[in-house]
């Protein structure tokens, strides 16, 4: 998906905007704001998936964390 969004992706395209507000949510809760893509704009293909990993991995955990949380508690409701 060259230069493009990822935007169709998510089964409700219009969620993207709530997922982006999620992202940068956790992120800053786990101090790791300068991972996020849309901070950080340099070339990073010359790190390895192991480091990519484990820097921005961390952030996408939490929000399945939050998201499953989330479902979890609307279905008892």
Same mark, same amino acid.
């Given at each position: ?7 169709s ?7 993207y905007?709530?997922?982006q ?10 101090d ?14 010359? &790190?390895? #998936?192991? %480091?990519?990993g484990? /820097? ?11 998201? &499953?949380? #989330?479902? %979890?508690n609307?279905? /008892?409701?």
């Open positions: 998906m060259a230069g493009g969004t990822r935007k992706r998510l089964l409700n395209p219009a969620a905007d709530a997922m507000k999620l992202k940068f949510e956790c992120a800053k809760d786990l790791r704001l300068q991972f996020v893509k849309e901070n950080n704009d340099h070339y990073r293909g010359d &790190v390895t #998936a192991l %480091e990519n484990s /820097t921005g991995g961390p952030i996408g955990g939490e929000m399945v964390k939050r998201m &499953v949380a #989330a479902f %979890e609307n279905k /008892t409701n």
